[in-house]
């Protein structure tokens, strides 16, 4: 199973199609991407990424440090954030909610680190990905805006 919902490299999603597939999840979609926007320095590109498996995502970058994928999919959306081994380790401690320990058991461990897959359904899961937020970009010291 795919983790976005938009698939097809030769369709790139419109906004509209992205806002239609998130539908019930558009709330929490717009208010992390006010977050974004508003805290921290970097650009964003909507970017086919890593193929079928996955697909279309709004990508946050500053230079060539990335800050997280957000990929739409049916009724919400999945956040992607890469975090180190001492990054998985302090997310752990703050004492993440369902979706975010879920994730973080069923990522695969690099040397590097672990790719984290969250879906967003609630507003506890919006709080948790914030302070993720804020730990990947503490860990690539992605600035934040003044």
């Not at 967003?120 to 919006?126: G, I, K, S």
């Amino acid at each position: 199973m795919a983790v976005g919902r938009f698939t097809d490299k030769r369709q790139r999603p419109t906004e509209k199609e992205i806002r239609a597939a998130i539908g019930p999840g558009l709330c929490n979609w717009d208010a992390l991407l006010a977050h974004i926007r508003q805290t921290y320095v970097c650009a964003e590109e909507l970017k086919y990424l890593y193929g079928r498996s996955y697909g279309w995502a709004l990508r946050f970058r500053s230079g060539r440090r990335l800050l997280a994928n957000l990929y739409p999919c049916d009724g919400s959306f999945t956040v992607q954030i890469n975090l180190s081994p001492a990054g998985v380790d302090q997310a752990s401690a703050i004492a993440p909610g369902r979706n975010v320990q879920a994730a973080i058991e069923r990522a695969r461990p690099y040397p590097e680190g672990r790719w984290l897959f969250i879906s967003v359904d609630t507003e506890d899961d919006l709080a948790d990905v914030r302070a993720l937020l804020a730990l990947r970009a503490a860990e690539q010291r992605i600035p934040q805006k003044a």
